[in-house]
């Protein structure tokens, strides 16, 4: 009878060690993809994020013509 509970409790340790390994791998390509994801979302933001140049395509965000913007001095 010793022996059989030595089997059984053999084979669910292997059980739990697989399930946890399979869990491990599954986990890591998780976070790679989400990886991916979240270098893609930020291309992406960077790219929408810069202004287009009228002459030479992209310019630097946040630098828009003194044309296009109103007065906005405090009289």
């Known amino acids: 009878?010793?022996?059989?509970?030595?089997?059984?409790?053999a084979a669910i340790w292997q059980g739990l060690i697989?399930?946890?390994v399979i869990a491990a791998v599954?986990?890591?390509?998780?976070?790679?993809v989400l990886y991916l994801v979240v270098k893609a979302a930020v291309r992406d933001g960077v790219r929408e994020g810069m202004a287009q140049g009228r002459t030479n395509g992209r310019r630097e965000p946040g630098k828009a013509p003194t044309a296009n913007l109103p007065d906005m001095r405090a009289d």
């Open 1 to 9: 009878m010793d022996r059989h509970l030595q089997q059984l409790q």
């Open 18 to 20: 697989f399930q946890a």
């Open 26 to 32: 599954i986990t890591a390509v998780m976070f790679y």
